[in-house]
């Protein structure tokens, strides 16, 4: 599975570039809850990021968290908890 979704159609050393960089992204947020053992939004990773000094759009935190949720590595939650746009959003946690 591709980390990086290819919709602009990049090609060779550009593709091979943003595959790698979202690996990596998927790796620290998945250290992320790894090391919290607690449930999280992506709200809650994207504030763990920054304080990493890591800045990453909530849409690539949201894509890292659906792939490593589709390698069977976290689990989407039932419990809910209100985003930065007065949303609620759903929660996972280490499976």
């Given at each position: 599975m591709n980390s990086y979704y290819n919709t602009n159609r990049l090609?060779?050393?550009?593709?091979?570039?943003?595959?790698?960089?979202?690996?990596?992204?998927?790796?620290l947020i998945l250290s992320?809850?790894?090391?919290?053992k607690g449930e999280y939004t992506p709200f809650d990773i994207q504030q763990f990021l920054m304080?990493?000094?890591?800045v990453y759009p909530i849409t690539s935190v949201r894509r890292a968290i659906t792939?490593?949720?589709?390698?069977g590595l976290l689990v989407k939650t039932t419990s809910k908890k209100e985003g930065?746009?007065?949303?609620l959003n759903y929660m996972w946690r280490v499976k």
């Open positions: 090609k060779g050393l550009d593709l091979f570039s943003s595959n790698q960089k979202a690996k990596t992204q998927e790796d992320i809850f790894k090391d919290g304080l990493q000094g890591k792939n490593l949720t589709k390698m930065d746009y007065g949303q």
